[in-house]
């Protein structure tokens, strides 16, 4: 008998929607395990690799930021565009700095 949505049987079966399998779950558990105490160690690396290559260090803040910030999607039906902000909350001299640095960088590429 063919899958037919709705089925009495198959409600309520399976995985919930929007949870991770198995495999995906062990995967991310690994990783955090991995990088737990070496966020030092990757912060310093990415300062290393802003100072060598400016442009391969913006491509990972790039890459990196994907998994921190959320893609906006058009929900509208009026096909306007979406305006996006992102609002950065300084809290030291220090990441001011870096954050010039890469506005810096950014406009070099415009």
């Known amino acids: 008998m063919p899958f ?5 049987l198959a409600v309520g079966r399976g995985r919930p929607r929007g949870s991770s399998n198995k ?3 062990e995967a991310k558990d690994l ?3 991995i990088l737990a105490g070496r966020v ?3 912060g310093a690396a990415l300062d290393e690799l802003y100072e060598k290559d400016k442009h391969k260090w913006l491509i990972i803040i790039k ?8 893609k906006k999607k058009d929900v509208t039906s009026d096909d306007k565009p979406i305006q996006s902000d992102i609002n950065i909350i300084v809290e030291s001299d220090e990441q ?3 954050l010039s640095r890469i506005d810096e960088v950014i406009n070099s590429y415009n």
């Open 4 to 8: 037919q949505k709705g089925h009495k």
């Open 23 to 25: 495999t995906t779950r």
């Open 31 to 33: 990783l955090n395990k």
């Open 40 to 42: 030092k160690q990757v």
């Open 63 to 70: 890459d990196l930021l994907s998994y921190t910030v959320p």
């Open 96 to 98: 001011r700095d870096k």
